[in-house]
């Protein structure tokens, strides 16, 4: 889940219990808009808006005073609280940077091959949430990865070269609350364009999740 979709599922949880009118959501993003891709950005302020969700973008944080209850930015800006959720600073794994494998945890990928660059990468395929790909860190990133990776190994040792190449691809339901859903799909070359958000595609996720691993393993 995005810290979108926590907002707007926070927002549906308080309006089911008839408390829209004592609460007060205030969304913070640490770049100038409320989501990395800029047409999720598009897409989800005006939502902010109808819904009367407040944002401050520009916002790292630098410190919560706990004691005060309040968030302070490193820009200066200061956010009062009753109940913070906040997410924790992104990065890699611990042993990948300590093994001098890569800056910040994470290895460095060639963006087609998904080979590791480097003297090293050679017989190195990287895949998911460890590559320093800058595209996005989830499920179906691997998932697209993966089937490049599977078809190239085995070209490799059918052919002795690799025949596939990684365009990018990622497919992402994006929660738009309790029932309502939409979806960003992209890759290097196209950015997504998210849609109106419908209860279709919410259930078409639900449905998805549980499918996944049958699909994945070619049962359906
Ligand atoms: C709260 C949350 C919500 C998310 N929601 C979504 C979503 O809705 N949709 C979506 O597409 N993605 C979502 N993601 C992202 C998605 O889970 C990841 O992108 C995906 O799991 C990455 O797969 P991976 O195989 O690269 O890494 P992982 O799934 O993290 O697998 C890595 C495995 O390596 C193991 N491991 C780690 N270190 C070692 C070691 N030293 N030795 C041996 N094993 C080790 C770990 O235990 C783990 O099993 C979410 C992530 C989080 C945290």
């Not at 009118?21 to 902010?48: C, M, Q």
């Not at 996005?136 to 052919?159: D, Y």
Request: glycine share 8%; hydrophobic share 40%; net charge neutral.
């Amino acid at each position: 889940m995005i810290p979108l979709e926590v907002t707007f599922a926070m927002y549906d949880f308080i309006k089911d219990r008839g408390l829209l009118d004592k609460t007060e959501f205030y969304y913070t993003y640490p770049i100038g808009r409320v989501h990395s891709l800029e047409n999720v950005a598009k897409w989800a302020a005006p939502e902010f808006d109808a819904k009367g969700i407040k944002y401050e973008t520009l916002f790292n944080m630098k410190e919560v005073d706990g004691k005060n209850a309040k968030v302070l930015s490193e820009e200066g800006g200061e956010v009062a609280y009753d109940l913070l959720v906040a997410v924790p600073p992104h990065k890699g794994q611990e042993v990948i940077e300590k093994n001098g494998l890569g800056e910040n945890g994470w290895i460095p990928t060639n963006r087609h091959s998904l080979h590791m660059e480097g003297e090293h990468g050679k017989n190195v395929i990287v895949l998911g949430d460890t590559t320093n790909l800058p595209i996005s860190k989830a499920g179906s990133t691997a998932h697209f990865e993966a089937e490049t990776a599977a078809e190239n190994v085995a070209a490799v040792v059918k052919m002795g070269r690799p025949v596939k190449s990684y365009d990018g691809k990622v497919f992402c339901f994006i929660e738009a609350g309790k029932d309502r859903a939409t979806y960003a799909m992209f890759n290097y070359q196209n950015p997504p364009q998210p849609k109106a958000p419908t209860g279709a595609v919410h259930a078409f996720k639900m449905a998805y999740n549980k499918l996944y691993w049958a699909t994945a393993r070619g049962l359906l």
